[in-house]
């Protein structure tokens, strides 16, 4: 049920699991699927759960008052999704996570204690650091590149660094994650058709 997880930790993690950490991680994950449009959190909702991404993709998005969509995450296979603030905070969140496709999830709940306890678990903690770590300083790129970049830089590193993203999601969802138009983008893809 667990399988795509262990194998997840232990390509993460240079510490072993043992028998009893697995034990722990099969009771305390809570499998689920979505389908595609339907969502994982809405906003307003308190964030219960922590998800691992077995199969699908999800994205991460708030709609300002003139109803358009700002994508801040997307995700995919062996990623994970949450609002970590409302998660840990236990406050309302101001975002919406849905499946792009039909999405499998391994949930991690808070309640009961198995966030911590899991969270206990050394290649569980090792893992969660390594990812705290890598998430902070993609965070502070993106934002760089989203303040002194151009449109047409910022397309080009998400081809070089996420090109699942371009097959999997629609050239609007591409663009809000990128913060551009959706006329801005298609004006970039066919400026790089063009030049072959």
Request: proline letters at 4%; hydrophobic letters at 35%.
């Amino acid at each position: 049920m667990v399988t795509r997880l262990l194998k997840y930790l232990s390509e993460q993690s240079t510490i072993p699991l043992s028998p009893e950490d697995i034990g722990l991680i099969e009771e305390a994950f809570v499998p689920k699927k979505f389908k595609k449009k339907q969502f994982l959190l809405k906003a307003g909702d308190v964030c219960k759960y922590i998800c691992f991404i077995e199969k699908g993709a999800t994205r991460q998005y708030t709609i300002d008052e003139k109803g358009n969509e700002h994508v801040l995450n997307l995700s995919i296979e062996n990623w994970w999704t949450s609002d970590r603030e409302s998660f840990h905070k236990y406050i309302p969140s101001i975002y919406n996570i849905d499946a792009w496709e039909d999405t499998d999830v391994l949930m991690l709940p808070k309640v009961n204690g198995w966030y911590d306890k899991v969270n206990a678990i050394p290649a569980f903690s090792e893992m969660r650091k390594k990812l705290d770590d890598a998430h902070h300083i993609a965070m502070q790129r993106r934002l760089h590149t989203s303040i002194n970049y151009t449109a047409d830089y910022r397309y080009k590193e998400l081809l070089l660094k996420y090109p699942e993203f371009i097959r999997r999601f629609p050239q609007h969802v591409i663009a809000s994650y990128l913060g551009i138009s959706k006329e801005t983008l298609s004006r970039i893809r066919n400026k790089r058709k063009n030049q072959g």
